[in-house]
């Protein structure tokens, strides 16, 4: 990561398909200042079993994350109702 953390652990993760998981992380930079990071990684290639980070991800202070949480919780609901919509294949 680009950012010095004093503290960070791993909330938890989850596949993303072959060789590659999603990680939450939440820390406290340097400064003091709290963090989550939900990140992309992927296992490296040297057979270490090692999980490096990629840039795709998004790094949140306590404010966005709550900012973002009821619209989550809203893209959720959508998906649920899109997916209760979703046509039936033919048979």
Do not use: N
Not at 48 to 73: A, I, Q, Y
């Amino acid at each position: 990561m680009a950012f010095q953390s004093e503290r960070e652990e791993t909330i938890g993760e989850l596949g993303d398909g072959p060789g590659s998981r999603i990680f939450v992380k939440v820390g406290t930079r340097k400064s003091g200042d709290p963090f989550c990071d939900v990140r992309k990684y992927y296992e490296a290639e040297d057979g270490s079993g090692e999980w490096k980070p990629t840039k795709k991800g998004v790094f949140l202070d306590p404010e966005t994350l709550g900012e973002l949480r009821p619209l989550l919780h809203q893209a959720d609901e959508k998906l649920t109702d899109l997916l209760s919509f979703k046509p039936k294949a033919a048979a």
